[in-house]
């Protein structure tokens, strides 16, 4: 079980937009601005898309931009592309002993 | 560029141990933590270990505390994983990733070296 908690899978229509959601405690994306968000897609190393809650690394599209509330880290991406399709892990630190932790994974499907 | 190759995967049997490596090229090594992020076949992403830039301090996941040690050397832009007592379930695939300066983004990853713990 991870330690932060993202829904299995989104989907969306090209040129539509999509939130995906990142749970976590007031140990780790509640006390923290230090969450980041990753694409992957299969076979390929992950890329950073989102750091510290709402920066965007430069290369990376503005329409990616990540947010948070509480202790809930979101990644929304507009205008959706078939390249946006690939799975999404979110990460942020935590105080619980271990340094950093991951969310699950989300898998787009742009349909 | 900025660029982390992970070399040292492959099989091995419960118990035995392995020792992989990161080399980095095109920044300033001595500047940046390094982390150690790995894989299982057909799951997510987990966070197993990170080294401050001067290699003073060290930080693990639980699941690896007291049979992983991560180590670098900045005179040759390496880092290695000293994993011992391997267990199956640390069969995956092992990325290294530059630390995205003070955030905790990790912006640079490597390929991959896969480690398969099996008789």
């Known amino acids: 079980q991870s330690a932060l908690t993202q829904p299995a899978s989104v989907s969306g229509s090209p040129g539509q937009s999509i939130t995906i959601s990142c749970t976590g405690t007031?140990?780790?994306?509640?006390?923290?601005?230090?969450v980041s968000w990753y694409q992957q897609h299969p076979g390929r190393a992950p890329k950073l898309m989102i750091y510290?809650?709402?920066d965007r690394p430069s290369g990376v599209s503005n329409r990616f931009s990540g947010s948070k509330s509480g202790n809930t880290a979101s990644l929304t991406i507009s205008g959706l592309q078939a390249e946006d399709e690939g799975d999404y892990y979110c990460?942020?630190?935590?105080?619980?002993?271990?340094?950093?932790?991951f969310g699950g994974g989300t898998k787009l499907t742009v349909l | 560029q900025m660029q982390l190759v992970e070399s040292g995967g492959g099989v091995v049997q419960p118990g035995r141990s392995l020792r992989l490596s990161c080399a980095a090229s095109?920044?300033?090594?001595?500047?940046?933590?390094i982390h150690w992020v790995r894989q299982a076949p057909g799951k997510g992403l987990e966070w197993v270990a990170v080294?401050?830039?001067?290699?003073?301090?060290?930080y693990y996941a639980d699941s690896v505390k007291g049979h992983f040690t991560i180590s670098r050397d900045n005179s040759k832009n390496t880092v290695d994983l000293q994993m011992s007592s391997l267990r199956v379930e640390d069969t995956a695939v092992y990325y290294c990733?530059?630390?995205?300066?003070?955030?905790?983004?990790?912006?640079?990853w490597g390929q991959g070296t896969t480690v398969t713990v099996s008789s």
């Open positions: 990733a530059k630390k995205n300066g003070p955030t905790g983004g990790m912006d640079v």
């Open positions: 080294i401050s830039k001067d290699g003073n301090s060290q």
């Open positions: 510290d809650v709402s």
């Open positions: 007031s140990s780790d994306v509640g006390r923290y601005k230090y």
């Open positions: 990460s942020s630190y935590t105080n619980t002993g271990t340094l950093v932790v």
């Open positions: 095109g920044f300033t090594f001595s500047s940046y933590g």
